[in-house]
C-alpha cells in the first residue's frame, strides 16, 4: 500500500485519537475514531482498515491488544501506537506489547513534540513516525503530513517511543520548577540534566542515543516542559502550589501518564543499576515522601561531580 492511506481506525478517543482522526481526515481518509463507550462492534471498524491507531493510554494498551487478538486482523494491517507510557505490569513500553501480539504486523511509532490542543487549533507542528519496516513508516508519514504537521521518519522506534515516555517524568519536575518560580537558570538546568538521564535509561532498554537529540526526546522534552497545556507539567505546577497528588488527578482533564511512568521508571532503574536522580525526586515527591522545595534541595547537594560523567 503505497502513498496516503484511505481507511484508518483510531482506537481511543481520548484528546490525542481525536486529534490525530482530525488530521487523517483532513487528508481525505476515512476514519473510524473508536471509543469503548461508543458501542460500535469493533471488528466490523478494524477489518476494514489499512492503519490501525492505538491511541490509548498505557493502561489500555494490554485490554485493546487483547480485543485485537480475539478479532483476528487482516494480514498486513499497519499497527501505528500512539501511547507515551510504560506498563505498569510489565514495564515494557507500548511497542514492546503490540510487537510481541502481533509480530508479523508492520507495527509503527508516532511521538513527538505535540500537544493536541495546539494542533487543534491549527497550528504548525512536527512529529516522528519511527518503523523497523521502511514502507510503513511511510504509508504512515503521508497519511498524516500536511502543510500544518511535518512528519519525519525514523528506524528507531523503541528510542521514539521512549523519547515521549520518559520527559512526561521530566515535565513533572519543570512544573515544579516553574510553579516554585526558581528562574530560568533552574530550568534550563533541569532541561540539560534532564536530556542525559533520558538517554541513560532511553540507551538501557534499547533506544539509540542520536534518537533522543530528536523531535521524539529533545523536543518532545522541550515542549512538555515549557507548556502549560501539558498534564504531566500540571501535575508538577500544582504539586508545588500544595496540592495533593490525589486533588490534582481528580481535577486534571485527561492522563497525565508521568505518574505512573515514573514509578516504574525507579523500578527499572533499580533492576539496572541505573542513575535517574531527577527520577529519583519526582517519584519521592508523588509518594508524598518530601516537598517540592526539599526535592530541589536534595538535588542541589549531591556529591559533585564531572558534567560527563554517567
Ligand atoms: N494529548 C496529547 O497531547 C498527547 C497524548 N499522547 C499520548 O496518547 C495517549 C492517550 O492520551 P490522551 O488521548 O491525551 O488521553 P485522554 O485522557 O484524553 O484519553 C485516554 C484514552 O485512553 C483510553 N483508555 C484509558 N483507559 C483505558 C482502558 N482501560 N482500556 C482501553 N482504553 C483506555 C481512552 O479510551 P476511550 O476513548 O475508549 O475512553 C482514551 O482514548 C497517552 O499515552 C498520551 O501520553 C501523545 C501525544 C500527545
Ligand atoms: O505528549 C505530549 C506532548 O508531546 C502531551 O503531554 P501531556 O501528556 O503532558 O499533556
Known amino acids: 500500500m503505497n502513498g496516503k492511506a484511505k481507511v484508518v481506525t483510531i482506537i481511543g478517543a481520548g484528546a490525542w485519537g481525536t486529534t490525530l482522526g482530525n488530521l487523517a481526515f483532513q487528508n481525505r481518509s476515512s476514519v473510524y475514531l473508536w471509543s469503548r463507550h461508543s458501542g460500535e462492534d469493533l471488528r466490523s471498524v478494524v477489518c476494514t482498515a489499512d492503519v490501525v491507531v492505538s491511541a490509548v493510554s498505557i493502561k489500555g494498551v494490554p485490554p485493546t491488544i487483547e480485543k485485537l487478538q480475539k478479532i483476528g486482523l487482516p494480514e498486513g494491517t499497519i499497527l501505528l501506537t500512539a501511547t507515551k507510557g510504560l ?7 507500548a511497542f514492546h506489547l503490540w510487537r510481541e501480539a502481533f509480530p508479523n504486523f508492520p507495527l509503527v511509532v508516532l511521538s513527538g513534540p505535540n500537544l493536541s ?8 507542528a512536527a512529529t516522528v513516525v519511527s518503523s523497523y519496516e521502511k514502507t510503513a ?5 503521508f497519511l498524516f503530513a500536511s502543510e500544518k504537521f511535518r512528519v519525519y521518519i525514523n528506524d ?12 512526561n517524568v521530566m515535565a513533572i ?19 540539560t540534566r534532564a536530556l542525559p538521564e533520558m538517554v541513560r535509561v532511553g540507551t538501557a532498554l534499547g533506544g539509540r542515543a542520536e534518537t533522543f537529540f530528536g523531535l521524539s526526546g529533545l523536543g518532545d522534552l522541550l515542549a512538555t516542559c515549557n ?24 481535577r486534571l482533564e485527561g492522563t497525565a501518564e508521568g505518574v505512573n511512568t515514573t514509578e516504574v521508571l525507579i523500578r527499572i532503574a533499580g533492576d539496572k543499576n541505573l542513575y535517574v536522580p531527577i527520577a529519583v525526586q519526582v517519584h519521592r515527591l508523588l509518594q508524598g515522601e518530601i516537598t517540592p522545595a526539599e526535592a530541589v534541595t536534595e538535588l542541589m547537594r549531591r556529591d559533585l561531580k564531572s558534567e560527563f560523567d554517567r
Open 173 to 191: 519536575a519543570s512544573g515544579v520548577c516553574d510553579g516554585l518560580q526558581l528562574g530560568t537558570n533552574a530550568k534550563s538546568a533541569l532541561l
Open 137 to 141: 513508516a511511510e504509508t504512515v508519514q
Open 117 to 124: 490542543k495546539e494542533i487543534d487549533r491549527g497550528l504548525p
Open 87 to 93: 506498563d505498569p505490569v510489565t514495564t515494557k513500553t
Open 156 to 167: 528507531d522506534p523503541l528510542g521514539t517511543e521512549l523519547g515521549g515516555t520518559l520527559k
Open 227 to 250: 507548556s502549560p497545556l501539558s498534564r504531566n507539567y500540571q501535575v508538577g505546577y500544582q504539586l508545588s502550589l500544595g496540592l495533593s497528588l490525589a486533588e490534582i488527578l481528580e
